[in-house]
């Protein structure tokens, strides 16, 4: 029996995921659905953002759909990030976020690109302490060689097996060359087994100046986490905007899809949040981890029609906005 474990999270989250799920029921009736508890509301309500439970379901059924989580900016004793932990509790090691141009205004024509971000360790995982009272702030950087490898073997044999032709590898080994440079080092020696595909590197300042002015250069980008992180949002804004922009971390046998925008404050609760990133997001599973890639297409044909339709919601353009339930139904009224 195929599992899918849900965590609708906060904010948003309660609105587009239910959306994508709407959707997957309609291509894959046959997934069962799981809902699982997680996130700040439930660290209120439980004292955990990740209740032992959920992370079992989450082991158990190897697939996850996770909505958005408000982390709190400030620190909270016993909070932390359930996505995060769950990302290195299941070895989800590689994140996958692809831009491609879809028919609304915001987007960039002629942009296709993935970014490949390392998962598991960097400054994102936040090893953080304060020393001397609380006046100095020290974070710890770790990159391992086995993580690099493990990463950049992804990112290659991805950009083989999609037809993909260039890998940019980003780093800042110019200035941190025992961490970034160690990265940088295992990349380029994965790069070797994969002659057909053409290797590049850029320093991440760099490559965010790219990302801004020709987004069309970048094919396959591999870096490290906190990297990833950053030029991922920027590669958002040319796929239509944050409500647009799909992700999935992947490891052995393992996957945790997301949309890549948060909980939305601003809008939450309202019912006009974007689903499209979730719908796309479940997409995403379908193709690259039950191998459902003709029930992916479904998906993502829909959704390109609905918005070559015009139809959309309020964050692409305020005329005509659908609600999400509007918009959900229009992709499902696609598919038929
Ligand atoms: P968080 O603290 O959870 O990260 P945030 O507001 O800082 O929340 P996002 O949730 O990513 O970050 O939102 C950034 C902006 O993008 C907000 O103006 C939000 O309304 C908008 N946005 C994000 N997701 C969507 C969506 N699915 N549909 C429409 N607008 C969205």
């Given at each position: 029996?195929?599992?899918?474990?849900?965590?609708?999270?906060?904010?948003?989250?309660?609105?587009?995921?239910?959306?994508?799920?709407?959707?997957?029921?309609?291509?894959a009736?046959?997934i069962?659905?799981?809902?699982?508890?997680?996130?700040?509301?439930?660290?209120?309500?439980?004292?955990?953002?990740?209740?032992?439970?959920?992370?079992?379901?989450?082991?158990r059924?190897?697939?996850?759909?996770?909505?958005?989580?408000?982390?709190?900016?400030?620190?909270?004793?016993?909070?932390?990030?359930?996505?995060?932990?769950?990302?290195?509790?299941?070895?989800?090691?590689?994140?996958?976020?692809?831009?491609?141009?879809?028919?609304?205004?915001?987007a960039?024509?002629?942009?296709?690109?993935?970014?490949?971000?390392?998962?598991?360790?960097?400054l994102?995982?936040?090893?953080?302490?304060?020393?001397?009272g609380g006046?100095?702030?020290?974070?710890?950087?770790v990159?391992?060689?086995?993580?690099s490898e493990?990463?950049?073997?992804?990112?290659?044999?991805?950009?083989?097996?999609?037809?993909?032709?260039?890998v940019?590898?980003?780093?800042?080994?110019?200035?941190?060359?025992?961490?970034d440079?160690?990265?940088?080092?295992?990349?380029?020696?994965?790069?070797?087994?994969?002659?057909?595909?053409?290797?590049?590197?850029?320093?991440?300042?760099?490559?965010?100046?790219?990302?801004?002015?020709?987004?069309m250069?970048?094919?396959?980008?591999?870096?490290?986490?906190?990297?990833?992180?950053?030029?991922?949002?920027?590669?958002?804004?040319?796929?239509?905007?944050?409500?647009m922009?799909?992700?999935?971390?992947?490891g052995?046998?393992?996957?945790?899809?997301?949309?890549?925008?948060?909980?939305?404050?601003d809008?939450?609760?309202?019912?006009?949040?974007?689903?499209?990133?979730?719908?796309?997001?479940?997409?995403?599973?379908?193709?690259?981890?039950?191998?459902?890639?003709?029930?992916?297409?479904?998906?993502e044909?829909?959704?390109?029609?609905?918005?070559?339709?015009?139809?959309?919601?309020g964050?692409?353009?305020?005329?005509?906005?659908?609600?999400?339930?509007?918009?959900?139904?229009?992709?499902?009224?696609?598919?038929?």
């Amino acid at each position: 029996m195929t599992e899918l474990c849900v965590f609708e999270g906060d904010g948003v989250g309660h609105e587009v995921i239910p959306a994508a799920l709407q959707v997957l029921r309609h291509v894959a009736p046959d997934i069962r659905i799981r809902p699982a508890a997680g996130g700040w509301s439930c660290f209120r309500e439980q004292g955990t953002p990740l209740p032992e439970e959920s992370l079992a379901l989450a082991r158990r059924c190897r697939a996850v759909l996770f909505g958005a989580v408000n982390s709190p900016s400030w620190p909270v004793e016993n909070y932390f990030s359930p996505v995060v932990r769950l990302r290195r509790e299941l070895q989800a090691f590689a994140n996958l976020r692809p831009t491609r141009y879809l028919p609304v205004p915001t987007a960039r024509a002629g942009v296709d690109l993935v970014i490949v971000r390392e998962n598991t360790e960097d400054l994102y995982v936040g090893n953080e302490t304060t020393k001397d009272g609380g006046q100095t702030g020290v974070a710890q950087k770790v990159i391992t060689r086995g993580a690099s490898e493990r990463v950049a073997r992804l990112a290659f044999e991805l950009a083989s097996r999609t037809g993909r032709k260039k890998v940019t590898i980003v780093h800042k080994s110019n200035v941190l060359p025992r961490s970034d440079g160690l990265f940088r080092q295992a990349a380029l020696e994965i790069s070797e087994y994969f002659t057909s595909i053409e290797t590049d590197e850029l320093l991440v300042d760099t490559a965010a100046y790219w990302m801004v002015k020709e987004p069309m250069r970048f094919d396959v980008v591999l870096t490290p986490n906190l990297y990833g992180d950053i030029l991922s949002d920027m590669a958002a804004a040319w796929g239509g905007g944050l409500g647009m922009a799909p992700s999935i971390s992947v490891g052995e046998d393992v996957a945790i899809a997301e949309p890549v925008h948060g909980t939305a404050p601003d809008i939450a609760g309202r019912g006009i949040a974007n689903p499209t990133a979730s719908i796309l997001s479940v997409a995403l599973l379908l193709r690259h981890h039950w191998q459902r890639a003709e029930d992916a297409r479904r998906i993502e044909q829909a959704v390109h029609e609905t918005l070559r339709h015009g139809e959309h919601t309020g964050d692409i353009h305020s005329d005509n906005a659908l609600s999400t339930q509007e918009f959900t139904d229009q992709v499902c009224a696609h598919m038929d």
